[in-house]
């Protein structure tokens, strides 16, 4: 199985969700995020203070799928998150050994 | 309990020799103003049971800032709201105002601040302050004759309130139960060593807080409050203050100043991330703020008259003046104007038109206005930058140079068809009023800082200025 | 619509009656209070007219409890005043203090508490909470006589406001308007069941609240109400309870520990971490009853006279002092002192003052709130946790204990020098009211319970306490 | 500076010309209202010294609308209460309730907006509006003599209060400071246009909202105002608006109608989560209105007499039920009652009562809030969705709407035992003016939205819109 | 080591971190998500406009554990924060190739 | 590539970042979190209940870089995280096997 992490645009969650559950993902797990990037961040100004605002608020999605799902689910993100607009994020792809869903007990590709 | 069964009869006794006293009624009440000489429509088959009454019994023990309470019910009534409001700045307008523009982990300390300074500033008024402010002092003092030491600070004879009953009242004000000119008057002495906490919030001792305020509101409100509204030399020289530039506003902004300097910055002052953690209470704060002004300007008219409405009409426009001129400026310089500037902004013409609210006609108000906006936007992002003290919510940046500009544009601006004592108004006497203010103000702020610094200590630890005093002091968290 | 039109004729036609009665203008218009005695002073010349007017037409038909308006403006516009602060302290203060107690999975639900108890309860009173608070019981009861009856409650002779016209007046107030009593006092009719929520926050059910909020205000409320107020025989037995102490937090602090005890804990108490999801709005909730409580404890002067203004100063330092005491108790015991912990000092200081406010001198106010401070935090911190039960917000440890606690030192430190009625102050007849009280809270209390508990249901189920009441009740989530 | 003296001399020269005009003290203060006629008790003899003052010196230069002030204090100290209260219903009221009902990333935007409103809206009143709506005009205008103009909007001869003083009143309330009554009217001025920004909140420039704002300020509402209550023709037609059903409520909803029409919906509306980014600060708002809106309604009779109690206890009553019946709905339909469900109701019966508040009496009042409930929420919930305009906030479903209903159940309701005035109550006068309010408004704000369309312009870009205009307008962040 | 990773329901967090305590797990790190899966959200209705509140309320918890002590852990996850109903959650678990102890600079094992 | 994750103290994450962007890291993604470990919480006492707060604030930095780069990174994190108090947090590395770029769909160690 794979893990499959990425991070979006905020506004882009229900349409990479979408995506996602068209080509049968059945679950994933959401975290709102902070992303430091070439994307630059704007300043702000408080009475006479200057803060540049590095961090701009992103979205991170983390799903895991069967080996066989993992390039559409990636397909699916890509095309449902791009706005071509520089900080429209990264997907990354890691290995997973084991998954278990607590509810049953299941563990493997069957409990994804 | 004994003890205090007997105090009630004691209190019981006088108050019943007090009782037999001319009571005058409700029928009689002489406004509280000047300008409501209602004195001679008093018909005389109404005066003369009075003075029947009074040949009874012997006259109350008045004490020498006092009169008979001549119960006007209409100004009580405006005045009782205005205690209201003022109350309502303080907690919670002032406590969300700052709590919101420090950063998440100092929030529940900065709002401790306000509750905390309330308690003592409140508690001390009733011990001591009061007397301090509007008694009259009737002994020598230092090798000085009680009237000297009279022009400067009030005396001691109504310590913990005594001589106060429900017949009495405030000699300038005869027309207000002389417990509800206290309690008005409290919320003043309460705001006022509140608003200083803006100066140095986020490093504070809780500690180091408590004795610091204590001192102040003895030896430096009371002082300034007795010296230019209890009967004191800067109110006799004709300084026009009318509901506070100089006893509440500079005083407080110059106490902030000296205290930030003497507290040195905030750790990572200038490099750090320090922005506000919550605009939406500041907003409430500010709104709150600037509702409760009113009571505050036009309830130091002490009567619902002309010259309060004006004192009203005047607050809004001053207010609502500056928060435009700031948000202009700060549109045209940094391009993108800012909730905290235009909130900053309205505040900032609420300072100015204080000591001005009842002096000035509405035109002069809303020029006021226009002048503090940028004014004081200067002194919160230049003026601080450049000399490079840490006024952390710009205590000085707004009340100090908005409430000096405002007592020097009280000169310019008086208008005698408002208010009579307009007349007299000169810059001249407000700028030596101003100075006096700051001089008295600086002094014994430091020297105070000076006395806690070497008892309870002023700065937390680095550590706990890093985590932050909500947990370090208070062992709570804000999410 | 045409039953309307009839309705109004109906009312045009008995108003037509009434307004030929002897109307008493401004002119005339006599001091709420029995201190203002300007009946002397009223010439007999303007008497004279509004007899031979009264000559003319027939007398009005008033009811029992009621006597022509003789409209004080002073007092009206006071009142008027402490209407709209007593409101505020229920909406939003009282909604913020306990919405920013709970956790952050039950804000909505709390808060929407407060919000339909003020609907159901307001609206009660104008069914028939008034008539039965200050109307007066023309019938038999039980075999029982009116007169008799009318000790423990009022008549159903102005259920629906029958009778209130814009001329009529409460017998006791003829200075204020009908109508403006009636909103006056609904705001304590609204605010004593709201205080109740406190108790079983995060567990009830919105049906089975409203129930028996309903009910509460009917058969509980109601005849308390008129014991000490309305003319029954708490009132009549000189217990003195000058806004509410006995009234409002003794009875709502009582029915909080039953209702506490009857629906048992909240589950995971005592394990799982039930910290308060905003102290910022616990503050902002606090100081918005501190606001308000002036009006609600001056206010119940009437009139801004002496009494009220001893009302007003007594309120404030009580408040102060109670916050400071528990905060230094809390400062020793816990060594960091919280901001819930100052908070709460403050809330039950200006409990312990309600019943106390008018009668007391200064400094009286000030020991009661140094006291109430600390028996309030052993109330809410130990007396809880020793004997188990799960007061949620603490009503009863705050408000009962509050409550009991001030009602006792009222006769300690009533002082008639302040206030006539002190004359009479003896603890052995306070104590008496507050036993009798508790009785009738904590009894009718338990029974409306049980009715509640085999109709509506009182307590959610187990699944929702866990997921939090805002989804389960109300499908909404506070981020 | 030199101007500023001169200025104030010739503004002492003219006070002084009017200080010499006969005063009209406390003692003869007649009450503003027609009800409390007291000049027949106002003794001869003290008429004549006036009468003789008047003839030694020149009666002073009144303005058409003018009057001498009979300062009235006990009604003055009520109009000042209401006039804070009124004021704390835009801020921090109205900005709290929008603020808390748009998504997280327009919340500063949305309150900047209500502050920045205020700015303009006050700011104009002082320039001009206060003329055109309470002045007189006295020039002919588009060859219309000016008694005719006069009947659809005031003139400038008040304009930057030329003229006011603080001895001058308003004709109809010559009670009241004249400076008081602009205040008072001020805080109207600037709640009504602030409430349309519900209707295109999270999509607006912040510079063609100020160009709209100032506008529409001037162009509709001024006009308006002058029609219902400064001497207009719909005030003469015998139009009941007791508060501003019309003036204030369906002239804002229908003006909101027409702009979210004019400037289509949000991106992604009904497709997009868009709930409330925080319900607390809903309820905060919500009440703050409901306290406020006491000061609106009651305030509207001028002074605290029966009818100011009648409009007092109507407008409590109202919005309680209002608020319980559109929780029943809501619990009955969607089987979980929301908290901004019962908010809503709220505000609902809020404005349903305005127009009427002291015209009915409370059952009519209880009645009014029952309907206004389910109405606005069949607006508020079906017709917006069925219609599919995107009012984001329910500007006009539940101001439009609700104003509209209220203004229709006034007619139905009035009864003449509240209030003389309502003798001459009918629906169809009502629906005159209803239909006349709506089309001024309608066709004034498209014509305002055109002109800002072509100038300021009007939504913000798409990129703005997504990113949110807190960043994009202010580069602030709530988090 | 391995890297264990569970998505809980929120008031699950205390058992779980008593179960692990138990095993001896000397430390986790926990952060706020939103799950979406086969537990389905609620609807939440606006003024007239209905949302489905597809993501729900989780927490998500992450431990890094040495390989012998993996087992154990899962265990005791899955018996802390099951309660058979649909929802409970999923557990990950996939390899870490070093760990380090800023404090110490250790780094392996031992700095678990 | 590797993914190295940190937990360390909130108020470290400006240095942290800086000491990052020094050694050339071009992205990295932030979010809050939890941390229950060695480090001892302090007690929260309301109205007589004692809650011990098990649970402090950490911030959780996670940043994929190429293989060359990762003993740069975790040397820069160290050093600029480190108090030498205990609770100073942890870093873990792992493996990745893709990262894509959403914007271009560039995939491999160029997208990072
Ligand atoms: N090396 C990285 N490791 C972890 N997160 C990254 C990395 N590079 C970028 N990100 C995340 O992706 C977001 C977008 O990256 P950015 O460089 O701004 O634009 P783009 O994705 O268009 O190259 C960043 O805000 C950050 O959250
Ligand atoms: N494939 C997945 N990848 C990541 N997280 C998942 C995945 N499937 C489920 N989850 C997480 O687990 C939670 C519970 O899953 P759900 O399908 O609702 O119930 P169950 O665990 O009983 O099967 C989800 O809310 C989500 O946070
Ligand atoms: N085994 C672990 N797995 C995941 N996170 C851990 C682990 N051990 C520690 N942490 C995280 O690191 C933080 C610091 O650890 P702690 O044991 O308190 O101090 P130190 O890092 O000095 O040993 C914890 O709060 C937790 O967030």
Known sequence: MKKIEAVIKPFKLDEVKEALQEIGVQGMTVLEAKGYGRQKGHSELYRGAEYVVDFLPKIKIELVVADDLAPAALEAIQTAARTGKIGDGKIFVSDVIDVVRIRTGESGPQAV | ?479
């Open chain 2, 1 to 479: 309990m004994k003890t205090w069964i007997k105090f009630s009869k004691v209190l019981a006794a006088s108050a019943a020799l007090l009782m037999t006293a001319p009571v005058v009624t409700v029928a009689h009440a002489a406004a509280v103003t000047s300008e409501a000489a209602v004195s001679e429509a008093a018909p005389a088959s109404e005066a003369a049971p009075a003075e029947a009454a009074a040949a009874e019994a012997p006259a109350p023990a008045l004490l020498a800032h006092q009169k008979p309470l001549e119960l006007d019910l209409a100004s009580s009534s405006f005045v009782f709201l205005s205690t209201a409001l003022v109350l309502m700045m303080t907690l919670p307008g002032l406590a969300l105002f700052y709590g919101g523009m420090v950063r998440k982990k100092n929030v529940i300390a900065t709002v401790t601040q306000s509750v905390a300074v309330s308690c003592v500033a409140g508690i001390l008024w009733y011990v001591v302050g009061y007397s301090l402010s509007f008694g009259v002092a009737d002994k020598a003092l230092f090798g000085l004759p009680a009237e000297t030491v009279n022009k400067f600070i009030g005396g001691f004879d109504t310590v913990l309130l005594k001589g106060v009953t429900k017949d009495t009242a405030f000699n300038l004000a005869p027309g207000l139960p002389e417990m509800l000119w206290i309690s008005y008057q409290m919320t003043f002495a309460i705001i006022t060593p509140a608003l200083i906490t803006g100066a140095f919030a986020e490093r504070i001792k809780l500690s180091g807080l408590l004795l610091f305020m204590a001192l102040w509101s003895v030896f430096v409100y009371a002082p300034i409050c007795h010296q230019v509204w209890g009967g004191g030399f800067m109110g006799s020289m004709g300084v026009l203050d009318f509901a506070g530039g100089a006893v509440v506003h500079v005083n407080s902004g110059v106490a902030g100043l000296v205290a930030a300097l003497f507290l040195g910055r905030r750790k990572g002052y200038g490099t750090e991330e320090m922005a506000p953690n919550n605009l939406i209470f500041v907003m409430i704060g500010a709104a709150l703020l600037f509702v409760g002004w009113i009571g505050f300007n036009a309830g130091s008219a002490w009567t619902p008259d002309g010259i309060g409405a004006a004192a009203l009409l005047n607050t809004i426009l001053a207010a609502l003046a500056a928060a435009l001129s700031w948000k202009l400026v700060e549109w045209t310089i940094r391009r993108k104007p800012s909730l905290l500037g235009i909130l900053s902004g309205l505040v900032a013409g609420l300072v100015a038109i204080t000591p001005a609210a009842g002096f000035v006609n509405p035109t002069g108000a809303l020029i006021i206005g226009l002048i503090a906006g940028p004014v004081c936007y200067v002194f919160a992002s230049w003026v601080k930058k450049l000399l490079g003290y840490d006024d952390s919510l710009d205590a000085f940046g707004i009340h100090g140079a908005g409430g000096a500009l405002g007592a020097v544009l009280t000169g310019v601006f008086a208008d005698p068809a408002i208010n009579s004592l307009s007349e007299g108004a000169s810059v001249g006497t407000q700028i030596m009023g101003l100075v006096y203010t700051i001089l008295w103000s600086a002094i014994g702020t430091l020297v105070i800082l000076v006395i806690c610094k070497f008892t309870t200590g002023l700065r937390v630890s680095e550590a706990d200025e890093e985590a932050g005093l909500d947990s370090a002091l208070h062992d709570e968290v804000h999410h």
